[in-house]
């Protein structure tokens, strides 16, 4: 093993050696016909591994078409002063000009492909077998990290032997990316309740660090899920769930708009069918929960119409 620089802009040491042969992790994906481009560092055979005191931390992106916000997160992520990350992306086929964005940025980029997939949480899975890292985090293109430091301050003080899952807190921002809206979680209290998944998603993947093992004990990620593919990823870990440290750190900035923008009650329908799968409670309880959710949505969506005009 041996350390090298790559002498091009937005640049960092890597490790250059094969990856271990562990987890069924693969460090190429296998060529197909239907495969549009492929490049990276791992293309040039450079890989990276986690270090003694600074483990490994793997950023993963899924596209498809889209050109006008993609640079931003790439950007975000490849300016990062963590000297120890890798960043994947997978690109859905995409037809729009991402592609060139993408290449534009391979040199700072671990390994991207664009190809056909089923849906996101295919896409997912896609990224998740590449992984090298200690820890996951998922960015989607559109979202992007909020300061060139902020990797470096979730990873400070992480035991990567015991610390399963490492949340930070989330900026929902407008479309255009300026504007901010919402602040997740809402308060920061130090402590994490499980209980809290039963009404919502309480750990925003966009600022959640996951621990390979995660993924190694509890597989990966259901492709019948269309919105909520991490969420119930981890309620199958709700009875036994590990420990969570959180930290009182702005880290990803949400942008809105998404597969799931305006389907917001197909959402919730796809949450009460993943706690009944998962069985995180009993059935009355859940119903109950269900339809308290599903209260608050419709007199959400209907405020509008009993405001006294102004």
Not at 61 to 83: K, M, R
Not at 128 to 135: A, F, H, K, Q, S
Not at 175 to 202: H, I, N
Not at 261 to 280: A, F, S
Request: net charge positive; aromatic share 10%; hydrophobic share 40%.
């Amino acid at each position: 093993m041996f350390s090298i620089d790559i002498d091009t802009k937005d640049s960092r040491s890597v490790n250059q050696h094969k990856p271990e042969k562990n987890v069924n992790r693969i460090a190429i994906l296998a060529p197909n016909d239907r495969r549009q481009g492929e490049g990276g560092l791992r293309k040039q055979g450079i890989f990276k591994s986690s270090l003694p005191e600074k483990p490994l931390v793997s950023i993963l992106t899924v596209v498809f078409n889209g050109v006008g916000f993609i640079e931003d997160t790439i950007l975000s992520i490849i300016s990062q002063d963590y000297e120890n990350l890798e960043f994947i992306i997978i690109d859905g086929g995409s037809i729009d000009g991402t592609v060139d964005i993408i290449k534009k940025h391979e040199h700072a980029i671990d390994y991207w492909i664009s190809e056909p997939d089923k849906g996101i949480s295919d896409a997912f899975n896609k990224a998740l077998i590449l992984t090298m890292g200690d820890y996951v985090n998922f960015q989607g293109a559109g979202d992007y990290l909020l300061s060139d430091s902020v990797v470096s301050e979730m990873m400070q003080g992480v035991d990567a032997d015991n610390d399963m899952l490492v949340c930070g807190r989330i900026q929902r921002v407008s479309e255009c990316g300026k504007q901010m809206l919402w602040v997740a979680p809402k308060r920061y209290t130090g402590k994490f309740d499980k209980r809290s998944l039963l009404f919502r998603m309480s750990l925003p993947h966009q600022a959640l660090f996951t621990h390979k093992k995660m993924f190694e004990r509890y597989g990966l990620f259901d492709v019948n899920n269309s919105f909520c593919m991490d969420y119930e990823h981890l309620l199958r870990a709700y009875k036994n769930f590990p420990k969570v440290t959180l930290k009182n750190i702005l880290f990803s900035a949400w942008r809105e708009g998404g597969v799931g923008m305006d389907r917001t009650l197909d959402v919730l329908k796809e949450y009460g069918k993943i706690k009944m799968k998962n069985n995180v409670a009993p059935r009355v309880v859940l119903m109950l929960i269900e339809r308290w959710i599903l209260f608050k949505y419709y007199i959400k969506r209907n405020l509008v119409f009993f405001r006294v005009p102004q």
